[in-house]
Every structure is written in C-alpha cells, then in structure tokens.
C-alpha cells in the first residue's frame, strides 16, 4: 500500500531527509556557495568591474569557478562517430554516404522512410 509519489508517508519521509538526514549537508553546502556567489555579485557596481567593498574575509570555494565557466557542449543528436562511421573513415571512405536517390517530388530522398514502421509484432 502507499506506493505512490504522492503518499504523505513518503512525502514526510523525504522532506525529514531533506532537513536532518543524507541529503542535509549537501543541500547546506549547495546554499552555502550559492550565498558567496550572490555576495559577490552585490558587492560589485553595476557594470560588474569595479568592488564596492572589502568582502568579509571569507574565501570564495574553488566551486565557484565551475559555475561561473560554461562547460563545452557535446552534441547527442544523431549517430556521430559511430563504429560504422569508424570503419568507413579506415577504409578511406566518406563516413556518411551521400544521398544519391530522387523521391517523386525531384528532390533528394529521405534517409529514413516516413510512416509505421513496417516490422510490427
């Protein structure tokens, strides 16, 4: 019984972890840092160049600068770099072939065909 997300049970149970269990001293840390981040950002003029003040004397973490930089982005769509891929470009080929085929309309054909698949059990 009470399987669900929404049980007061469960929702009781997670909210005690949240305050006094596993998940507090990440949750302190998590607001810890975003506090000496906001700190600093009031602590500059408008512009963003200039301090207006001595800070506290706290160190700001080394996290900080983890937030502050904008990791590179890594492309998940579509088969890049595939072992398919692979082999063709070691046997001297395009790692793609090029569409060759013409549909009804003229144009190039689609590399995938549209509708229900056509394997269905």
């Known amino acids: 019984m009470a399987k669900s997300l929404r049980s007061k049970v469960k929702r009781s149970f997670r909210s005690k972890k949240r305050e006094t269990g596993v998940y507090a001293a990440a949750e302190a840390a998590r607001l810890h840092r975003l506090n000496s981040k906001l700190r600093q950002v009031t602590q500059k003029d408008e512009d963003g160049d200039i301090p207006l003040g001595e800070a506290d004397g706290e160190d700001i973490p080394d ?3 983890v937030d502050t930089e904008r990791p590179q982005r890594v492309s998940t769509h579509g088969p890049r770099g595939s072992r398919r891929e692979e082999w063709r470009k070691s046997k001297g080929m395009a790692a793609r072939p090029n569409p ?3 549909n009804r309309q003229g144009s190039v054909a689609a590399r995938r065909k549209a509708g229900r698949s056509k394997r269905r059990r």
């Open 63 to 65: 996290s900080m600068a």
């Open 100 to 102: 060759h085929g013409m």
